[in-house]
DNA sequence: TTCCAGGCCATCT
DNA sequence: AGATGGCATGGA
Protein backbone atom coordinates (compact mmCIF):
# COMPACT_ATOMS: atom_id res chain seq x y z
CA UNK A 1 0.00 0.00 0.00
CA UNK A 2 1.21 3.32 -1.08
CA UNK A 3 0.71 7.13 -0.28
CA UNK A 4 -2.53 6.28 1.12
CA UNK A 5 -3.99 5.16 -1.79
CA UNK A 6 -5.71 1.77 -1.51
CA UNK A 7 -5.47 -1.21 -4.34
CA UNK A 8 -9.52 -1.68 -3.71
CA UNK A 9 -10.40 -4.96 -4.94
CA UNK A 10 -7.27 -6.22 -5.94
CA UNK A 11 -5.19 -9.21 -4.68
CA UNK A 12 -2.54 -11.18 -6.19
CA UNK A 13 -3.81 -9.56 -9.11
CA UNK A 14 -6.93 -10.87 -8.93
CA UNK A 15 -10.51 -9.21 -7.80
CA UNK A 16 -11.32 -9.77 -4.93
CA UNK A 17 -14.78 -7.54 -2.94
CA UNK A 18 -13.65 -5.02 -1.22
CA UNK A 19 -17.54 -5.43 -0.09
CA UNK A 20 -19.45 -6.99 2.17
CA UNK A 21 -23.51 -6.70 3.20
CA UNK A 22 -25.35 -8.46 6.43
CA UNK A 23 -29.11 -9.09 6.70
CA UNK A 24 -29.84 -7.05 10.40
CA UNK A 25 -32.73 -6.50 12.57
CA UNK A 26 -33.09 -3.99 15.35
CA UNK A 27 -30.10 -1.96 14.43
CA UNK A 28 -29.38 1.56 13.81
CA UNK A 29 -26.04 2.37 12.37
CA UNK A 30 -26.80 6.02 12.81
CA UNK A 31 -27.55 5.92 16.94
CA UNK A 32 -24.95 3.33 17.36
CA UNK A 33 -22.18 5.64 15.92
CA UNK A 34 -23.24 8.80 16.87
CA UNK A 35 -24.47 8.11 20.39
CA UNK A 36 -21.66 8.94 22.01
CA UNK A 37 -19.83 5.56 23.04
CA UNK A 38 -17.43 5.73 19.75
CA UNK A 39 -15.98 9.27 18.41
CA UNK A 40 -14.32 8.93 15.25
CA UNK A 41 -16.86 8.29 13.15
CA UNK A 42 -18.08 11.16 11.15
CA UNK A 43 -20.88 10.78 8.65
CA UNK A 44 -23.36 12.30 6.33
CA UNK A 45 -26.69 10.84 6.12
CA UNK A 46 -26.54 7.57 6.35
CA UNK A 47 -22.85 7.10 5.37
CA UNK A 48 -20.37 6.90 7.58
CA UNK A 49 -16.58 6.76 7.56
CA UNK A 50 -14.38 5.53 10.39
CA UNK A 51 -11.38 3.84 11.43
CA UNK A 52 -11.55 0.59 13.05
CA UNK A 53 -8.17 -1.19 14.02
CA UNK A 54 -5.79 0.36 11.65
CA UNK A 55 -8.68 -0.07 8.99
CA UNK A 56 -10.68 2.70 6.63
CA UNK A 57 -14.44 1.63 7.11
CA UNK A 58 -17.43 3.15 5.17
CA UNK A 59 -20.68 2.01 6.60
CA UNK A 60 -24.28 1.94 4.93
CA UNK A 61 -27.71 1.03 6.35
CA UNK A 62 -29.89 0.74 3.92
CA UNK A 63 -33.09 -1.27 6.09
CA UNK A 64 -32.32 -4.64 7.06
CA UNK A 65 -29.22 -4.38 4.78
CA UNK A 66 -26.00 -3.35 6.41
CA UNK A 67 -23.10 -2.91 3.51
CA UNK A 68 -18.99 -2.28 4.87
CA UNK A 69 -16.26 -1.19 2.04
CA UNK A 70 -13.09 -1.70 3.55
CA UNK A 71 -10.16 -0.82 2.03
CA UNK A 72 -8.21 -3.77 2.27
CA UNK A 73 -8.18 -7.02 0.19
CA UNK A 74 -8.68 -9.20 2.74
CA UNK A 75 -11.37 -11.62 3.25
CA UNK A 76 -11.62 -11.96 6.83
CA UNK A 77 -14.43 -9.78 8.16
CA UNK A 78 -14.62 -11.00 11.96
CA UNK A 79 -12.81 -7.73 13.13
CA UNK A 80 -15.99 -5.96 11.86
CA UNK A 81 -18.64 -8.10 12.88
CA UNK A 82 -17.27 -8.06 16.38
CA UNK A 83 -16.67 -4.49 16.44
CA UNK A 84 -20.60 -4.05 15.38
CA UNK A 85 -21.86 -6.85 17.56
CA UNK A 86 -23.98 -8.18 14.99
CA UNK A 87 -24.81 -11.58 16.63
CA UNK A 88 -26.56 -9.91 19.55
CA UNK A 89 -30.39 -10.09 19.78
CA UNK A 90 -31.55 -6.91 20.77
CA UNK A 91 -35.00 -8.37 21.58
CA UNK A 92 -33.45 -10.29 23.71
CA UNK A 93 -31.53 -7.87 25.19
CA UNK A 94 -34.87 -6.32 25.87
CA UNK A 95 -36.48 -9.33 27.22
CA UNK A 96 -34.05 -9.36 30.55
CA UNK A 97 -34.67 -6.18 31.45
CA UNK A 98 -37.62 -5.37 34.38
CA UNK A 99 -40.61 -3.40 33.88
CA UNK A 100 -40.11 0.13 33.60
CA UNK A 101 -42.46 2.78 32.55
CA UNK A 102 -39.15 4.91 31.79
CA UNK A 103 -36.74 2.89 30.27
CA UNK A 104 -39.69 1.17 27.89
CA UNK A 105 -40.25 4.73 26.73
CA UNK A 106 -36.56 4.94 26.13
CA UNK A 107 -36.18 2.10 24.28
CA UNK A 108 -39.49 2.70 22.05
CA UNK A 109 -38.25 5.92 21.31
CA UNK A 110 -34.57 4.28 20.50
CA UNK A 111 -34.93 0.95 19.47
CA UNK A 112 -31.78 0.03 17.21
CA UNK A 113 -29.68 1.74 19.29
CA UNK A 114 -26.56 -1.02 19.72
CA UNK A 115 -23.15 -1.20 21.77
CA UNK A 116 -20.07 -1.84 19.77
CA UNK A 117 -17.26 -3.79 20.91
CA UNK A 118 -14.08 -1.67 20.89
CA UNK A 119 -10.56 -1.95 21.10
CA UNK A 120 -9.39 -1.99 24.31
CA UNK A 121 -6.38 0.82 24.42
CA UNK A 122 -8.41 2.84 22.00
CA UNK A 123 -11.82 2.99 24.58
CA UNK A 124 -9.51 3.38 27.63
CA UNK A 125 -7.44 6.48 25.79
CA UNK A 126 -10.75 8.08 24.36
CA UNK A 127 -12.52 7.80 27.93
CA UNK A 128 -9.51 8.99 29.72
CA UNK A 129 -9.62 12.39 27.61
CA UNK A 130 -13.53 12.50 27.97
CA UNK A 131 -13.39 13.41 31.58
CA UNK A 132 -15.18 17.60 31.78
CA UNK A 133 -15.91 17.50 28.11
CA UNK A 134 -18.81 17.77 26.10
CA UNK A 135 -18.70 14.74 23.69
CA UNK A 136 -17.80 16.78 20.34
CA UNK A 137 -14.92 18.21 22.03
CA UNK A 138 -13.90 14.99 22.79
CA UNK A 139 -14.06 14.17 19.23
CA UNK A 140 -11.65 17.13 18.24
CA UNK A 141 -8.98 15.97 20.66
CA UNK A 142 -9.13 12.80 19.70
CA UNK A 143 -9.11 13.47 15.62
CA UNK A 144 -6.13 15.86 16.78
CA UNK A 145 -3.95 12.67 18.62
CA UNK A 146 -4.65 10.54 15.74
CA UNK A 147 -3.65 13.07 13.25
CA UNK A 148 -0.26 13.77 15.44
CA UNK A 149 0.62 10.26 16.24
CA UNK A 150 -1.29 7.58 14.85
CA UNK A 151 -0.43 5.90 11.34
CA UNK A 152 -1.82 7.17 7.87
CA UNK A 153 -4.47 4.40 7.11
CA UNK A 154 -5.09 3.47 3.35
CA UNK A 155 -8.29 5.21 1.71
CA UNK A 156 -9.95 5.05 -1.67
CA UNK A 157 -8.99 7.82 -4.05
CA UNK A 158 -11.41 10.70 -3.28
CA UNK A 159 -11.89 10.58 0.18
CA UNK A 160 -10.27 12.12 3.32
CA UNK A 161 -7.33 11.10 4.67
CA UNK A 162 -7.46 8.87 7.93
CA UNK A 163 -5.06 7.71 10.80
CA UNK A 164 -5.48 4.91 12.93
CA UNK A 165 -5.58 5.38 16.97
CA UNK A 166 -1.62 5.42 18.15
CA UNK A 167 -0.50 3.00 20.29
CA UNK A 168 0.58 2.78 23.54
CA UNK A 169 3.66 2.57 23.22
CA UNK A 170 4.15 5.37 20.57
CA UNK A 171 1.61 8.21 23.48
CA UNK A 172 4.39 6.61 26.11
CA UNK A 173 7.19 8.48 24.92
CA UNK A 174 5.72 11.89 24.15
CA UNK A 175 5.64 14.94 26.40
CA UNK A 176 3.48 16.02 28.08
CA UNK A 177 3.65 18.90 26.41
CA UNK A 178 3.20 18.27 23.30
CA UNK A 179 0.60 15.97 24.33
CA UNK A 180 -1.33 19.51 25.46
CA UNK A 181 -1.09 21.06 22.03
CA UNK A 182 -4.28 18.43 21.16
CA UNK A 183 -6.55 20.64 23.60
CA UNK A 184 -6.32 17.85 26.03
CA UNK A 185 -5.20 20.22 29.19
CA UNK A 186 -4.93 18.41 32.39
CA UNK A 187 -6.06 14.96 30.79
CA UNK A 188 -2.47 15.15 29.24
CA UNK A 189 -0.82 13.40 32.37
CA UNK A 190 -3.23 10.80 32.89
CA UNK A 191 -3.06 9.70 29.13
CA UNK A 192 0.84 9.88 28.99
CA UNK A 193 1.03 7.54 32.62
CA UNK A 194 -1.67 5.63 31.59
CA UNK A 195 0.01 4.48 27.92
CA UNK A 196 2.79 3.32 30.18
CA UNK A 197 1.13 1.60 32.64
CA UNK A 198 -0.87 -0.41 29.95
CA UNK A 199 2.24 -1.20 28.22
CA UNK A 200 4.29 -2.39 31.53
CA UNK A 201 1.63 -4.37 32.07
CA UNK A 202 1.08 -6.24 28.83
CA UNK A 203 -2.20 -4.96 28.97
CA UNK A 204 -2.53 -3.24 25.61
CA UNK A 205 -4.32 -5.92 23.54
CA UNK A 206 -6.05 -7.78 26.00
CA UNK A 207 -7.24 -5.35 28.87
CA UNK A 208 -6.25 -6.03 32.01
CA UNK A 209 -6.46 -9.96 33.41
CA UNK A 210 -9.33 -9.87 35.75
CA UNK A 211 -11.53 -12.89 35.18
CA UNK A 212 -15.15 -11.00 36.07
CA UNK A 213 -16.01 -7.22 35.92
CA UNK A 214 -15.75 -6.48 39.57
CA UNK A 215 -12.25 -7.52 39.31
CA UNK A 216 -11.41 -5.98 35.91
CA UNK A 217 -12.83 -2.57 37.09
CA UNK A 218 -10.66 -2.34 40.43
CA UNK A 219 -7.49 -3.37 38.24
CA UNK A 220 -8.34 -0.49 35.64
CA UNK A 221 -9.22 2.02 38.80
CA UNK A 222 -5.49 1.80 39.72
CA UNK A 223 -4.59 3.56 36.41
CA UNK A 224 -4.10 7.42 36.63
CA UNK A 225 -7.27 9.76 35.79
CA UNK A 226 -9.72 6.34 35.82
CA UNK A 227 -12.15 6.48 38.58
CA UNK A 228 -15.27 4.55 38.43
CA UNK A 229 -17.19 5.91 35.58
CA UNK A 230 -14.22 5.77 32.94
CA UNK A 231 -13.41 2.14 34.44
CA UNK A 232 -17.23 1.10 33.79
CA UNK A 233 -17.11 2.63 30.43
CA UNK A 234 -14.05 0.12 29.45
CA UNK A 235 -15.55 -2.48 31.10
CA UNK A 236 -18.97 -1.83 28.74
CA UNK A 237 -17.16 -0.50 26.04
CA UNK A 238 -14.26 -2.69 25.14
CA UNK A 239 -13.96 -5.56 27.66
CA UNK A 240 -17.96 -7.19 27.44
CA UNK A 241 -19.00 -6.73 30.81
CA UNK A 242 -22.83 -6.01 29.69
CA UNK A 243 -23.53 -5.51 33.51
CA UNK A 244 -21.35 -2.40 33.86
CA UNK A 245 -22.92 0.60 33.86
CA UNK A 246 -21.21 3.85 34.18
CA UNK A 247 -22.84 6.80 36.20
CA UNK A 248 -22.03 10.01 34.33
CA UNK A 249 -23.11 13.54 34.89
CA UNK A 250 -26.64 12.54 32.12
CA UNK A 251 -27.23 9.31 33.83
CA UNK A 252 -26.47 10.36 37.56
CA UNK A 253 -29.80 13.37 36.71
CA UNK A 254 -31.81 10.52 34.91
CA UNK A 255 -31.67 8.27 37.75
CA UNK A 256 -32.21 10.64 40.54
CA UNK A 257 -35.05 12.76 38.37
CA UNK A 258 -37.15 9.55 37.77
CA UNK A 259 -35.78 6.40 40.71
CA UNK A 260 -34.90 9.09 44.07
CA UNK A 261 -37.26 11.49 43.83
CA UNK A 262 -34.79 14.23 43.18
CA UNK A 263 -32.80 13.23 45.88
CA UNK A 264 -28.91 13.93 46.42
CA UNK A 265 -27.29 10.09 46.06
CA UNK A 266 -23.46 9.27 44.90
CA UNK A 267 -22.67 8.24 41.72
CA UNK A 268 -21.34 4.72 43.23
CA UNK A 269 -24.64 4.16 45.03
CA UNK A 270 -26.17 5.07 41.32
CA UNK A 271 -24.04 2.55 39.46
CA UNK A 272 -24.83 0.06 42.51
CA UNK A 273 -28.39 0.83 41.98
CA UNK A 274 -28.21 0.60 38.45
CA UNK A 275 -26.48 -2.78 37.82
CA UNK A 276 -29.37 -4.17 40.57
CA UNK A 277 -32.23 -2.78 39.11
CA UNK A 278 -31.62 -3.53 35.50
CA UNK A 279 -29.52 -6.81 35.28
CA UNK A 280 -26.58 -8.88 33.54
CA UNK A 281 -27.37 -6.23 30.16
CA UNK A 282 -27.60 -3.13 32.52
CA UNK A 283 -25.23 -1.43 30.17
CA UNK A 284 -27.75 -1.34 27.35
CA UNK A 285 -30.25 0.40 29.84
CA UNK A 286 -27.39 2.87 30.99
CA UNK A 287 -26.89 3.84 26.97
CA UNK A 288 -30.90 4.00 26.64
CA UNK A 289 -31.27 6.24 28.94
CA UNK A 290 -28.35 8.03 28.54
CA UNK A 291 -29.08 9.16 25.17
CA UNK A 292 -32.67 9.84 26.30
CA UNK A 293 -31.81 12.11 28.60
CA UNK A 294 -29.26 13.74 26.60
CA UNK A 295 -31.47 14.42 23.13
CA UNK A 296 -34.29 15.54 25.56
CA UNK A 297 -31.94 18.26 26.62
CA UNK A 298 -30.56 19.24 23.74
CA UNK A 299 -34.05 19.43 21.35
CA UNK A 300 -36.22 20.04 24.18
CA UNK A 301 -38.83 17.60 22.38
CA UNK A 302 -39.55 13.72 23.55
CA UNK A 303 -40.46 12.50 20.21
CA UNK A 304 -39.07 10.06 19.28
CA UNK A 305 -38.37 11.68 15.56
CA UNK A 306 -34.65 11.78 14.67
C1' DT B 1 -18.24 37.61 31.99
C1' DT B 2 -19.82 33.39 33.90
C1' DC B 3 -20.87 28.75 33.71
C1' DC B 4 -20.27 24.04 32.59
C1' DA B 5 -18.85 19.83 30.11
C1' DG B 6 -19.76 11.12 29.34
C1' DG B 7 -14.40 12.98 36.07
C1' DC B 8 -10.67 12.33 38.92
C1' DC B 9 -7.66 13.48 42.69
C1' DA B 10 -5.89 15.56 46.90
C1' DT B 11 -7.41 17.32 50.98
C1' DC B 12 -10.12 18.21 54.16
C1' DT B 13 -14.20 16.82 58.07
C1' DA C 1 -17.33 7.55 54.09
C1' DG C 2 -18.80 12.01 52.39
C1' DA C 3 -18.08 16.95 50.87
C1' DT C 4 -15.23 20.56 48.51
C1' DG C 5 -12.02 22.86 45.18
C1' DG C 6 -8.71 22.49 41.53
C1' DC C 7 -7.48 21.04 37.17
C1' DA C 8 -7.17 22.97 31.12
C1' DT C 9 -9.84 24.13 27.37
C1' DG C 10 -13.53 25.92 24.71
C1' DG C 11 -18.21 26.99 23.52
C1' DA C 12 -22.80 28.89 24.79
Not at 16 to 36: H, I, M, N, S
Not at 70 to 97: H, I, K, M, N, P
Not at 163 to 169: D, G, K, L
Not at 264 to 269: G, K
Request: with cysteine.
Amino acid sequence: MHAGICAEGVKGGLPVPAERCWRVEDYRLDLTLDCGQAFRWSGQGRRWQGVVRGRWVELEQDGPCLRARVCDSGSDWSWLEDYLQLRVSLAGVFRTFPPDRHLEQAVARWRGLRLLRQPFWECLASFLLSSSKRIDQIRQVIERLCRHWGDPVPVPTGHQPAWSFPEARRLADVPEARLRTCGMGFRAAYLQQTARRVLEQGWEQTGPPGRNYAESRALLMRLPGVGPKIADCVCLFALGFMEAFPVDTWVARVLRERYFGGRPVSPERLAEFGRAYFGPWAGYAQQYLFHDRRSVARTGVSSGAV
